[in-house]
């Protein structure tokens, strides 16, 4: 028995001219086909498109419109520009005590209970005293609690972070708002 051609997906043999009729063409391959039918070829185009855009793969919420779409977690290379995790689901993960805890270690080099211990040492900001936003403060160059400095509003970490963390860079942001300040 002389076989040209077999069928990956059914098993279908081709043994002849006649039998090759039945595979895909393609001039690249031997004998001018695939090994591929055309019936599998066919119910493999073919398969029938799910009733929903996306669908959430951890409680099933399914995006039906293009609206539901902004429902899902944002994602350039995936279908639609979404993941297949809904932002409600998302949240729930990391908010998650095992997501906190690599979160913190991660970031900060620390447990998430010597996290919540270094955020308890003050209740407001310590450079303007707000109680708003207030977040964990720290040197970047190292890690650990040594890297901890202390409890910051949101605005007030961010001005730091913007002049490079660096007393010097203050400064001088300092003089030059002495320089211009209005006399009383």
Same mark, same amino acid.
């Not at 308890?120 to 707000?130: L, P, Q, V």
């Not at 040197?139 to 890690?143: G, L, Q």
């Given at each position: 028995m002389n076989i040209l051609r077999t069928c990956k997906k059914c098993g279908l043999i081709a043994q002849d001219e006649e039998d090759l009729e039945k595979f895909v063409t393609d001039m690249g391959s031997a004998y001018g086909k695939k090994n591929l039918c055309k019936k599998c070829d066919n119910?493999?185009?073919h398969v029938e498109k799910p009733?929903?855009?996306?669908?959430c793969i951890y409680c099933g919420v399914e995006a039906h419109t293009e609206g539901d779409l902004e429902e899902f977690v944002n994602h350039s290379g995936a279908?639609?520009?979404?993941?297949n995790m809904c932002l409600e689901c998302?949240?729930?993960?990391?908010?998650?005590?095992?997501?906190?805890?690599?979160t913190k270690q991660r970031l900060y080099g620390v447990s998430q209970a010597e996290y919540i211990e270094c955020m308890?040492?003050?209740? $407001? $900001?310590?450079? $303007?005293?707000?109680e708003q936003e207030l977040v964990y403060d720290h040197?970047?160059?190292?890690?650990g609690l040594e890297s901890f400095r202390g409890v910051l509003c949101r605005a007030c970490n961010g001005a730091i972070g913007i002049l490079g963390d660096k007393l010097s860079d203050l400064n001088r942001a300092v003089s030059y708002l002495k320089r211009y300040e209005r006399k009383k």
């Open positions: 119910a493999r185009r009733p929903y855009l996306r669908k279908v639609h520009g979404k993941r998302k949240k729930k993960i990391d908010r998650s005590p095992e997501r906190e805890e690599q308890s040492t003050s209740h $407001c $900001c310590e450079i $303007c005293g707000s040197d970047h160059s190292s890690t």
